[in-house]
């Protein structure tokens, strides 16, 4: 539960942050290093999580067809990640168009300046035709 309102406290604020600094000069990017580490300080400020130390890392992306998120999976699974979920988003309106994501994670330690490089999955999204890399959540290993 604490990483799901991590993830949506800073993500909320990403997008937003991004367009009032006029930083959106990489195609799809919306997460920049002065966010995280605003989101490493508010995670530390509010739980007691080591984030010097490995954590689980979530990391989401955005396809409106879901082939084309598993051939992605693949992609990812080679370089380490692990494979969680592909799944349809809810809707609030039935006329809107399908959204699916795909969720890996990975065990990592990160500074923001190293999740800065590992949000380079934007450029992955990219070349591979996705919608959106749509950023990360994070939690602690659960053993």
């Given at each position: ?29 919306v ?5 995280l ?28 067809e ?78």
């Amino acid at each position: 539960m604490v990483r799901v309102l991590v993830l949506l406290m800073s993500l909320l604020t990403f997008g937003v942050l991004a367009e009032e600094q006029g930083m959106a000069e990489i195609p799809g990017k919306v997460i920049y290093i002065d966010q995280l580490e605003d989101m490493f300080s508010r995670i530390r400020a509010n739980t007691d999580w080591d984030m010097s130390g490995e954590m689980l890392w979530g990391y989401f992306f955005i396809h409106h067809e879901p082939a084309k998120l598993e051939a992605v999976k693949s992609v990812l699974e080679s370089q380490g990640y692990r494979f969680v979920d592909i799944y349809l988003s809810e809707k609030e309106d039935p006329a809107e168009p399908d959204k699916y994501w795909l969720h890996v994670e990975k065990v990592e330690a990160h500074t923001p300046q190293s999740l800065d490089r590992r949000n380079d999955l934007y450029k992955l999204a990219h070349e591979q035709g996705l919608d959106s890399y749509d950023g990360m959540d994070v939690g602690p290993i659960e053993n």
